[in-house]
């Protein structure tokens, strides 16, 4: 069983720029979960979805969107790029939503100059 | 709004000691609460998790407490070891809708031997 995978691993962006992160869920997974983890912070919930839509969001402005494609995988796309946004980017996945555990990849580290 | 607050901060015990790790949250609807354990450069990963209808939850040398009237929950490491050290979150959960993990600010644990 392949878990949660994540590209890029590292990523340098110049402020201004636009920058698309990508995921791969879990095998049988069709839930993902996108969070911006801040250095020495815990993660935050940016958005999920849930069979290719948007099921949820948190305290994101809309700079910040994410696809789900019919394999589940995933991306998240950051417009317009503050300093603010240099951030480890982590993607969960779940298998569905009546469970509760959700399985974090390694994350890309965005850096934004 | 932190809705899960966490401490401490950091925290260094010997090895074969008991490592403490305390939270509070303050939505009630909250109904699934996990501890996640974080190496550096790897996405956080689950250690334990429970439910408020027990009170307590024992899985190897780790042990959540939890205490619903008082809204909290605390993570028990026994017999601390070297490896044990990483950063560790606390977090909370409701079922329905869509699956927004809260997270605490973390605590980074340093087991010396």
């Known amino acids: 069983e392949t878990g949660v995978t994540q590209s890029p691993t590292h990523l340098i962006k110049t402020r201004g720029q636009q920058v698309t992160l990508r995921c791969s869920s879990q095998?049988?997974?069709?839930?993902v979960s996108w969070y911006q983890q801040a250095l020495g912070q815990g993660p935050q919930f940016i958005f999920q979805?849930?069979?290719?839509?948007?099921?949820g969001r948190g305290n994101f402005p809309p700079r910040f969107s994410g696809l789900q494609f019919p394999n589940y995988s995933s991306e998240l796309n950051v417009n317009a790029l503050e300093l603010d946004d240099s951030a480890l980017y982590l993607c969960?996945?779940?298998?569905?939503?009546?469970?509760?555990?959700?399985?974090f990849g390694p994350g890309t580290r965005l850096t934004v100059l | 709004q932190q809705q899960v607050k966490q401490s401490p901060q950091s925290l260094i015990v010997q090895k074969g000691g008991i490592s403490i790790i305390n939270c509070a949250y303050e939505?009630?609807?909250?109904?699934?609460f996990p501890w996640y354990q974080q190496f550096p450069g790897k996405g956080p990963a689950l250690l334990i998790a429970?439910?408020?209808?027990?009170s307590e939850k024992k899985e190897g040398r780790f042990t959540i407490s939890f205490n619903k009237s008082a809204k909290q929950f605390s993570l028990h490491i026994m017999d601390s070891q070297p490896g044990d050290s990483a950063t560790y979150f606390c977090?909370?959960?409701?079922?329905?809708?869509?699956?927004?993990?809260?997270f605490g600010t973390g605590t980074k644990l340093q087991v010396i031997p």
């Open positions: 095998s049988g997974h069709n839930t």
């Open positions: 429970i439910r408020p209808d027990v």
């Open positions: 939505n009630t609807a909250f109904d699934y």
């Open positions: 979805y849930y069979r290719e839509e948007e099921n």
């Open positions: 969960a996945s779940s298998p569905g939503l009546g469970g509760d555990e959700q399985f």
């Open positions: 977090a909370a959960s409701k079922r329905g809708g869509y699956q927004k993990v809260t």
